[in-house]
T-cell receptor, first 113, second 114 residues
Framework: KNQVEQSPQSLIILEGKNCTLQCNYTVSPFSNLRWYKQDTGRGPVSLTIMTFSENTKSNGRYTATLDADTKQSSLHITASQLSDSASYICVVSADTGGFKTIFGAGTRLFVKA | GAGVSQSPRYKVAKRGQDVALRCDPISGHVSLFWYQQALGQGPEFLTYFQNEAQLDKSGLPSDRFFAERPEGSVSTLKIQRTQQEDSAVYLC????????????FGPGTRLTVL
């Protein structure tokens, strides 16, 4: 069964600290993996996208990694800011010739002053 | 327009009522997607259009759910005889061309069925 599992479910960190969010997937055959940020009451916004051949991608203070062999990805946030408080969703697409995209449940990040 | 817009932003319906949710994608975007997001969960795929053609509707939970995009632009998600379990945020997303291009999401419509 195609699945995307994220951990932790929620996380509280102090402003200025770093954190790493995890994503494990069983989606096959793999096409690409995206990380989205979703603020409360808003739609998700794409942070990074990685294909099979890419193992790291940065977008400002966000750095995503991908290990296609172990089917794991991480999102590292550096020098967190209060505005980073949001849900971070890992999304994996399968290359089936049709449309198959599986969303994780997300990690809820709270950044405290 | 500048982004994907959805209306209404909030909808309260009595159980058994029919509702229609509208999505205006980014102008020129070929692909359009509908998702259902329960509280505290990630979005779940409902259906996908390429222009006016509905290419995948495998995620629609029942035959009470119907989506259309008759002119390949605006899309409407209709839910007939709403049930309490239909309460969720319904997200619409569009992408420029191929199905795996970056998807741009609208703010969603929060549906509450009483």
């Amino acid at each position: 069964k195609n699945q995307v599992e994220q951990s932790p479910q929620s996380l509280i960190i102090l402003e200025g600290k770093n954190c790493t969010l995890q994503c494990n997937y069983t989606v096959s055959p793999f096409s690409n993996l995206r990380w989205y940020k979703q603020d409360t009451g808003r739609g998700p916004v794409s942070l990074t996208i990685m294909t099979f051949s890419e193992n790291t991608k940065s977008n400002g203070r966000y750095t995503a990694t991908l290990d296609a062999d172990t089917k794991q990805s991480s999102l590292h946030i550096t020098a967190s800011q209060l505005s980073d408080s949001a849900s971070y969703i890992c999304v994996v697409s399968a290359d089936t010739g049709g449309f198959k995209t599986i969303f994780g449940a997300g990690t809820r990040l709270f950044v405290k002053a | 327009g500048a982004g994907v817009s959805q209306s209404p932003r909030y909808k309260v319906a009595k159980r058994g009522q029919d509702v229609a949710l509208r999505c205006d994608p980014i102008s020129g975007h070929v692909s359009l997607f509908w998702y259902q997001q329960a509280l505290g969960q990630g979005p779940e795929f409902l259906t996908y259009f390429q222009n006016e053609a509905q290419l995948d509707k495998s995620g629609l939970p029942s035959d009470r759910f119907f989506a259309e995009r008759p002119e390949g632009s605006v899309s409407t998600l209709k839910i007939q005889r709403t049930q309490q379990e239909d309460s969720a945020v319904y997200l619409c997303a569009s992408s420029l061309t191929a199905v795996y291009n970056e998807q741009f999401f609208g703010p969603g419509t929060r549906l509450t069925v009483l």
